[in-house]
């Protein structure tokens, strides 16, 4: 038996803009793998970093627990872990440090760890875990605990004579049931709450049901779940929730999967479930348009109590959805988004702009659609390679000065495009600007869809972004090339 200290590298604090949306959630992949550590009985803590000041803070929590081994396991399921932040790893490379200093094994299992384990393994850390982690980590640690070595644990990576030795990858998970439930009880749940009780009126936590995604758009990183497709079973989701309700009474769920409910059946049998125990809890969701245009889906989802979809939308030019091998059409984002809000499911996208050779016309078009459709919110962000995707390959060539953003508001144009990087910058502005002048507007026609403000708050914004876009129109075309 090993005595385990399990953290990770994601600190709200150092990356500005997520801190100031006052929307935290706590490390999910992290209180899973301690679960799984502490059912193969070993002694477990969990230093969650997510709402520390800084990666000096593990100091006092390594000097007082004194561990035998040091994990830092970061959430595979929050989609700000797969970005690959430099300032995160700056962080997982200070705590690994700090690991050492105390006289602990390290291990590590993260995103980029999965992706630039050379680098994670010559900052101090004894093995990098690839991929779906927790087998492999309980293996390694089994084998440290007996003084073993490790050089026959699949889907690890270790240095030998200065060089990175990969074991052979090791088979994903298919029964998620036979996993322990998340370590809830291992992380302090109330400063969570607070902050969401401050911000936003009300508490929400976080909740996976599967783990991968089948689909295959060009520029989306899959390194921990890969693209495979397994679910946990609809029982044994409930099972979770009603833990969740007795213990930490969150107000509403976020299920943090990359595709919702894709398994024929699945909704409706959760819906069945979650009726029968006498269960219904808001929550939101992430999906595809094109598995969202079956009523019957949405009609299930909204049963159980589904409140919002936030959809891979990425753009209105139905030649960039194409060449990021999307598999959605412009005509399916527009069925959808009126087929959910018929419903009373709030809609909101994702956009995605920057993709490469991407016009001025068709940045346009993506505009057009959101100011036609009106989500509910939008997120916007500037194309992004992640390493181990096609979209990586074609442009790796362009990303010397700068690899990765420093944090998820640094929005860098790190390859050459039609544009310049500044432009990029100031389109997330302009596009801003645009959508909320939109909403303004139908509101004022009384067309208004979004119900977070009222009618009159949003006819009074029409004062400000009618101007605002204006301004911000000629700045983006200063900044453009030419």
Known sequence: MARILVSHSYFYRLDPKQWDDGRPYPPLGTIQAAA???????????????LRHSPEEIRAELEQYEPDVLVLYDDGFNYL????????????????????????????????ASDHSEAYLKAGADVVVLGE????????????????????????AVLKNGLVSVTPKRPVLRELDGLPLPAWDLIDIRPYKAIWQRSQGFFSLNMATTRGCPFKCNWCAKPIYGNRYNSRSPEHVADELQLLQTGSGPDHIWFADDIFGLKPGWVQRFAEVLKKRGMRVRYKIQSRVDLLLESDTIDALVASGLEEVWVGAESGSQRILDAMDKGTTVEQIVKATRLLRSKGVRVCFFLQFGYMDESEAEVEQTIRMVEDLLPDDIGV??????????????????????????????????????????????????????????QALAALRGEAHNKGKSTLERSLSAMYYVPATIVERYRLQRSANG
Not at 81 to 107: F, N, P, S, W, Y
Not at 403 to 420: C, E
Request: hydrophobic share 35%; glycine share 6%; charged share 30%.
């Open 133 to 156: 982690g927790e087998v492999s980590l309980t293996e390694v640690i089994d084998h440290w605990s007996k003084n073993e070595g490790v050089d026959t644990v699949a889907g690890i």
């Open 36 to 50: 799984v550590l502490r059912e193969a009985g070993h002694e477990v803590k969990v230093f969650d970093t997510g």
């Open 381 to 438: 962000s500037i194309s992004y390679p992640l390493p181990g995707t096609v979209f990586h390959e074609k442009v790796k060539a362009d990303l010397v000065d700068k690899a990765n953003w420093t944090d998820s508001d640094d929005l860098a144009m790190m390859f050459r495009n039609r544009q310049k990087p500044a432009y990029y910058k100031r389109l997330h502005r302009y596009v801003h600007k645009r959508y909320r002048r939109a």
């Open 81 to 112: 872990t797969k970005m690959c932040l430099t300032v995160m790893r700056d962080a997982a490379h200070r705590m690994i440090a700090l690991g050492k200093e105390a006289g602990c094994q390290v291990a590590i299992n993260s995103s980029d």
